[in-house]
């Protein structure tokens, strides 16, 4: 009953996407289509036709080709989110980032795989099933999330590069999974304009690509402000930021993340990383930021909180999914019930009671949590913060590293597994991309040995990352 | 060597110094050394006592509450109930590690909560305090500012292109093109 259903909604959506510009190449994770592959990363493909999916022909990023997280709204085809909240949304304008692209010349080839609403490390909260890792041939492992189809899409050679959204790690974690290169700017250095917002106090659009100078070419583009985005960085607090210099620098090993957790490969992966930069002439310290242990709290705390807000916009009423339910006094709670997947529920309701009476003021003490993270990560760095003061700074590190992921991907089968014991047990992972986020850091995954690792460096300081990285990985 | 490199962190600033940064350079024999000796257990966060959660109250009556909050039906069965007190519990149990040892989970109403940390310059370093003059001309100036892409112009946005059911009639009004 449920197969057929979904079955049918598939088939109908195939040919209205076509008729958009865009092909469904696989829809509720039932339709199957001999073009598309095992990943299930891309959900829609553009036609060559459709005038709106082509840049300009020229441009610094002419010759180029992307593929965006569905999350990111494109004029062409539709912004569903992974949602069936919003299966049938058409976007009437593009986002700034779409924009930017095109107009260097890049060409939108389709649109990828999520988490619903980018709730999920795994990409397999998704109406149109899980995305497959295209790394691991003859296993289905998960690829991450929640920008696991924009991962897995660039590790297929699909696109020259792709766009994600990394609120708590979305974009590294997928980049460390499927052995690309994953960068997540400074808190509003990218234009979120026309981002299906999950929590807006962390969420950012980051680049995905297999080469590092492709990376930074895009992030050149995008990195501009945006009057339509209240949380874009202003041009005066940009032209203020000052960045590490290129030459000797000092690296952190934040004691924080070594952790019980971490398998051999990946402590193989971080040595081999760490011997390099010595090679390089850099030298390493260790670093104690004792609120990075607080941070996975801090994070669920304020992302369930937000996430409870802004999704209740998701009514039926304007756009977006309709419930049959033809009881007026129940089409809101009829169309939720019906659109929303089980994870974002369970969200929107710990979000909910997070901040009920019933639980307390926990917001306000994530926030402060959240606060004393920054402040340390500051003490740390050498270069000043931007937005804060820097009187208590010990002056000795210009990067941080640590490694991306616990581990390599779980099988879906190992990671369904672990979740059923314990919905807390999907969290683990992010103890290692979280504490950059809530802090705003730039942040880059690199694959070494199988595995990423990702440098941070100041709030602001993002061009470094991109030397860094080529540094370590030509090395 | 090693413990040395790890633990003689220089000396905080400040009272409020909490990060350190040790003073001895790894050299490339410790680093091997460093990275198998754990500094703790992220899976504990994750293990929920009883005692952790023998305070949380959470009760059929909450678990409906929360439902209706949420915009989602109230009436669900026993096992989805089970399931998401389960859930607020371990949830709860989760947010207690953002106190430290000793400290009171916090009550709702007991201080002020009109704060709020966020990575915004206005809310750090302003630009330029706000006056009753600078807000009305930034209203005056509204009108040049309206944005077809924001559907501020009347029919910018087609309400039957959102959802090819929709009413037109059925729509939120528009400011009128200037």
């Known amino acids: 009953m449920v197969m057929g259903m979904r079955t049918s909604m598939s088939m109908s959506m195939h040919m209205r996407m076509s008729r958009r510009g865009l092909t469904a190449v696989r829809a509720y994770g039932t339709l ?54 919003l299966h049938d949304y058409q976007s009437p304008f593009d986002a700034t980032v779409v924009r930017l692209l095109r107009h260097q010349g890049s060409k939108l ?55 994600g959204t990394d609120t708590g790690g979305s974009v590294r974690l997928p980049a460390s999974y499927c052995g690309v290169v994953g960068f997540k700017p400074t808190y509003g250095r990218i234009s979120r304009w026309g981002v299906i917002p999950y929590a807006q106090t962390l969420d950012t659009v980051g680049i995905l690509s297999k080469d590092v100078d492709i990376v930074e070419k895009v992030y050149e583009v995008l990195n501009q ?30 004691e924080q993340f070594i952790i019980e957790e971490l398998d051999q490969d990946t402590k193989i992966a971080w040595e081999l990383t760490l011997h390099k930069l010595v090679q390089l002439g ?63 529920q ?63 991907p779980p099988t879906l089968k190992e990671y369904d597994e672990k979740n059923e014991e314990n919905f807390l047990n999907s969290y683990l992972n992010d103890i290692l991309t979280v504490p950059a986020s809530l802090a705003g850091l730039p942040t880059i995954s690199i694959p070494i040995n199988g595995t990423g690792i990702q440098f941070m460096t100041q709030y602001g300081d993002d061009s470094i990352l991109f030397s860094i990285a080529r540094d370590v990985l030509h090395s | 060597m090693l413990r040395r490199g790890i633990r003689s962190f220089s000396i ?106 966020r990575l915004m310059a206005e809310d750090h370093k302003p630009d330029t305090p706000l006056t009753l003059d600078i807000l009305l001309a930034e209203i005056d100036a509204l009108p040049n500012k309206v944005d077809p892409e924001k559907g501020e112009f009347t029919s910018s946005i087609d309400i039957k292109k959102l959802r090819s059911s929709n009413n037109p009639l059925f729509s939120s009004k528009s400011i009128e093109k200037v």
């Not at chain 1, 149109?128 to 297929?156: C, L, M, Q, W």
């Not at chain 1, 202003?234 to 930021?241: A, L, P, S």
Request: charged letters at 25%.
């Open chain 1, 346 to 408: 369970r969200r929107i309701i710990l979000g909910n009671y997070t901040l009920s009476s019933e639980s307390g003021d926990h917001y306000l003490k994530a926030a402060q949590v959240r606060q004393e993270l920054v402040q340390e990560f500051n003490q740390v760095f050498k270069l000043p913060h931007p937005l804060l003061e820097n009187e208590l700074k010990l002056n000795n590190c210009d990067v941080l590293v640590s490694p991306t992921a616990l581990s390599k």
């Open chain 1, 225 to 254: 402000y945006d009057e339509k985005d209240p949380t874009c960085m202003t041009t005066k607090v940009r032209n203020n930021i000052v960045s590490t210099a290129k030459g000797q620098l000092t690296i952190g090993i934040p």
């Open chain 2, 12 to 117: 905080s600033i400040g009272t409020c110094q909490k990060a350190k940064v040790s003073q001895e350079v790894l050299s490339r024999d410790e680093i091997s050394k460093l990275l198998n000796t754990p500094t703790w257990k992220v899976g504990d966060l994750m293990k929920t006592t009883e005692e952790d959660i023998q305070d949380v109250k959470v009760d059929s009556s909450i678990i409906r509450k929360m439902l209706k909050l949420s915009g989602l039906k109230e009436d669900v069965s026993p096992e989805r109930e089970t399931e998401l007190i389960r859930a607020l519990k371990l949830q709860m149990g989760f947010i207690k590690k953002l106190y430290g040892t000793g400290e009171e989970m916090s009550v709702r109403g007991k201080k002020s909560n009109d704060t709020n940390f």
């Open chain 1, 282 to 344: 850099h030298s390493l310290k260790v670093v104690s930021i004792p609120s990075i242990k607080k941070s996975l709290s801090t994070y669920y705390t304020l992302a369930t909180a937000e996430a409870a807000s802004n999704l209740s916009r998701y009514d039926g009423i304007r756009y977006g999914y309709k419930s049959d339910n033809n009881n007026e006094d129940d089409t809101i709670v009829s169309s939720r019930c019906e659109s929303f997947g089980q994870e974002v």
């Open chain 1, 32 to 85: 199957t289509n001999k073009s598309c592959d095992r990943t299930n990363s891309v959900i829609w493909r553009c036609d060559d036709s459709d005038s709106d999916s082509v840049g300009s022909g020229s441009g610094v990023l002419s010759g180029t080709s992307f593929i965006v997280k569905d999350n990111i709204a494109t004029k062409v085809g539709y912004t569903t989110a992974a949602s069936k909240s």
């Open chain 1, 109 to 163: 080839v389709g649109k990828a795989n999520l988490d619903e609403f980018g709730m999920g490390s795994s990409t397999t909260n998704s109406m149109f099933g899980p995305t497959i890792n295209p790394k691991y041939d003859n296993e289905d492992r998960i690829a991450g999330g929640s920008s696991g189809g924009s991962a897995a899409a660039v590790a297929a050679d699909m696109a020259s590069f792709s766009l």
